[in-house]
C-alpha cells in the first residue's frame, strides 16, 4: 500500500481533492490532502508562505506515515512537489505531476511564465487580479470557469470556481532549491491535460521536455481531471503505484 499525499494547486483547497481520495482508497492505499498554508481555510499570513514553508509542513506529515509514498502535486503543486521530492528524497517513491509546473533549480511559477507565455494566451495568466498590496492574486469565477473546468460538467465547473480563494503570492514568487543528489534521484511522472486552458499543453510539454520525465501519461482534458476525469485518473495513479512503490 502506498500514501498518495495531495498537493492542490493556486487558489485551491484540501476540497479539490474530494472525488479522487475515495477512489484512490478503494483500491488500497491512503491518500492525504491537505489545505496548504495560506490556502483554503489555513490562515498562515500570506506574506509568510514560500515553496518551502508549504514543502515543509507536507514533509511533515510523510514523517508521521510508514511505507511509500508518492506526492502528486497539480498545477502550482508541482513546485511543491518537487520542494518535498528534495527534502524527502529516500521516503518519496514518485513524484506524479498532474498538469503541474515541473520546473529546474532556482525558478518560480512567475519566472516560468515570465519566458515562456506568448500573448495569444488567455489562460489563468492573463486572468489574474492582485490585492492592492500585493499579497494575495485571485480569479474571477466566471474566468476560473472557462480556464480551469472548460471540459468538465457546467454544474460541477461552476460549483469548484465558487470555492476559490485568494493565493498568497509569495509561494508563486518563490524559486526552487533543488539539488540533483536529493531532488534527482526521485523518479518523476507527469500527466499532461490535452484541452487545458490554464497551463497550456504547449507550456506542459515545454516543462517536461527541458526537465525529463520517466514515464509521461495523457489525458485529453482540461486543467482539472481530478474534477471531470477522476476515474481514469485513478487508473493512472494506482498503475504508478504498483510500478514505483510496490
Known amino acids: ?4 499525499f495531495l498537493i ?3 487558489w485551491q483547497g484540501a476540497w479539490v481533492w474530494q472525488k479522487l481520495t475515495p477512489l484512490i482508497e478503494a483500491a488500497g492505499h491512503a491518500a492525504v490532502a491537505v ?3 495560506g490556502d483554503g481555510h ?8 514560500t515553496t518551502m514553508l508549504i514543502a515543509e509542513k507536507v514533509a511533515a506529515l510523510i514523517d508521521q506515515v510508514d511505507g511509500p ?6 498545477s502550482m503543486g508541482g513546485t511543491v512537489a518537487s520542494q518535498v521530492s528534495e527534502l524527502r528524497p529516500a521516503r518519496v517513491s514518485a513524484a506524479v505531476y498532474l498538469c503541474a509546473f515541473l520546473l529546474p533549480n532556482g525558478q518560480s511559477c512567475i519566472d516560468f511564465y515570465d519566458r515562456a507565455w506568448k500573448p495569444s ?3 489563468a495568466h492573463a486572468r489574474v487580479t492582485h490585492s492592492e498590496d500585493g499579497l494575495v492574486s485571485m480569479i474571477d469565477p466566471e474566468a476560473a470557469v472557462e480556464v480551469f473546468f472548460n471540459t468538465s460538467d457546467p454544474e460541477e465547473a461552476r460549483a469548484a470556481a465558487a470555492r476559490l480563494t485568494p493565493q498568497p503570492e509569495a509561494s508563486r ?3 526552487l532549491q533543488l539539488s540533483e543528489e536529493n531532488y534527482g534521484s526521485v523518479p518523476r511522472i507527469y500527466i499532461e491535460t490535452l484541452q487545458d486552458q490554464s497551463v497550456f499543453h504547449e507550456l506542459q510539454k515545454q516543462m517536461y521536455t527541458e526537465t525529463p520525465v520517466d514515464k509521461l501519461y495523457t489525458l485529453d482534458t482540461d486543467h482539472a481531471p481530478l474534477v471531470c476525469a477522476p476515474e481514469r485518473l485513478t487508473e493512472i495513479l494506482i498503475e504508478i503505484a504498483g510500478e514505483y512503490a510496490s
Open 8 to 10: 492542490h494547486g493556486a
Open 121 to 123: 494566451m488567455t489562460g
Open 1 to 4: 500500500m502506498a500514501t498518495f
Open 42 to 49: 489555513d490562515d498562515t499570513p500570506p506574506q509568510t508562505v
Open 69 to 74: 509514498v508518492i506526492v502528486l502535486g497539480h
Open 35 to 37: 489545505d496548504l498554508p
Open 173 to 175: 514568487r518563490s524559486r
